[in-house]
Structure formats: structure tokens, C-alpha cells
């Protein structure tokens, strides 16, 4: 049955190469319900996340200035991250940099890009290279700390950085207990 319907999607992913915009949305969006078959929930299967990249790069190819494009190029990237081709995730995740610079989540690509060097690849120096740039382009931007403390933090395991945090504790608290005792005497 699952074949059945990737043929099915294949064939309309194929027959929309010359549609319009409507038709090729629809088929972008049957490749996504099928995709994401289960209430919202994410079910891999390769043939199905194959059948979805080809529908949001045919868009795009198809409809480069369209504004749907951004976010279906940002939709491809994580598909590619989620099947484990982490070089295709970086770079197609830079590409929507570049086609798209205005696109709201174009600090978030740059963010995902240092996540998987970092995470995925355990590329330290270039993850390092993609936080700095991030605080540099976006200082203001909401992910901004994250991002920062993803950079303090590069090359530490978790236990690493609970074991700071807990010394960063214990020296604000000794801190702190001289001056409470100072105040209790007043």
C-alpha cells in the first residue's frame, strides 16, 4: 500500500512539473499528509521523505519567487537532516541564506547549520565558525543566548557543564551567605 502511494505521489510530483501554483501546493501538501500520516506525528519512511524532497525542491524550481519557497526549502533542509544526510541539510539550509535573505528564518539556518556541525558531524571548528557568525549577524535575535552558550560551551559533555554550573552555584551562594549573615545582624 505504501508503494502504491509513493508511485501515486511520484507520478503527481511529475505531472505538476508543468502545472500551476495550485497544483503543485496540493501535491506538496498530499506528500506531507502522507508523510506525516498520523495525526501530526512523524512516521520515517524513506520513499515517503524522498517523495516530499522532490515536491518542496520541485516548487521551489518551479516557483523560486513564490513566498511559499523559503519555508519549503527550510522544510527540505530539516527533511535531509531527519534522513541523516547532514551535508545536503547544511548546505541546502545555506542555500535558503542565499536565495532568500529576508526570510524570517534566516538566523535560524545559520543556528541549525553550527547545531549539526557541532551535534551531527562533530565538526567543532566549523559549528564554532557558525555560532560566531551567528552572534555577529543576529546579537539581538531570540536564539541569540542559546547560540551563545552553545559557543561558551563547544567540546564539553553535558556532565562538564553541570559540574561548572553547580561551582558557579556554589560560589554565588558563599557569596551571598555573608551578606545575608550582615543584613540578619542589623
Known amino acids: 500500500m505504501k508503494y502504491i502511494i509513493a508511485l501515486t505521489l511520484s507520478a503527481l510530483l511529475f505531472a505538476s512539473c508543468g502545472a500551476n501554483r495550485e497544483e503543485a501546493l496540493q501535491t506538496v501538501k498530499t506528500a506531507e ?24 525542491l520541485e516548487f521551489v524550481k518551479q516557483f523560486p519567487k ?18 541523516q544526510d547532514f551535508p545536503t541539510a547544511i548546505s541546502t539550509f545555506d542555500r535558503v541564506g542565499k536565495e532568500y535573505p529576508d526570510y524570517a528564518k534566516v538566523p535560524q539556518t545559520v543556528f541549525l547549520q553550527g547545531f549539526i556541525y557541532e551535534n551531527d558531524l562533530k565538526d567543532l571548528p566549523k559549528a564554532k565558525e557558525r555560532y560566531e557568525y551567528f552572534i555577529q549577524q543576529y546579537p539581538q535575535h531570540q536564539l541569540a543566548r542559546d547560540v551563545q552558550f552553545s559557543l561558551n560551551n ?17 560560589a554565588q551562594d558563599s557569596l551571598a551567605a555573608p551578606v545575608a549573615d550582615s543584613t540578619a545582624k542589623q
Open 66 to 83: 513564490d513566498s511559499a519557497s523559503p519555508e519549503y526549502l527550510f522544510k527540505a533542509a530539516d527533511l535531509y537532516r531527519a534522513k
Open 154 to 170: 563547544l567540546g564539553k559533555t553535558p556532565e562538564q557543564i553541570i559540574e561548572e554550573f553547580q561551582q558557579m552555584q556554589a
Open 33 to 56: 499528509d502522507n508523510l506525516y500520516a498520523k495525526e501530526g506525528a512523524f512516521m520515517f519512511n524513506d520513499s515517503l521523505a524522498n517523495i516530499t524532497l522532490d515536491a518542496y
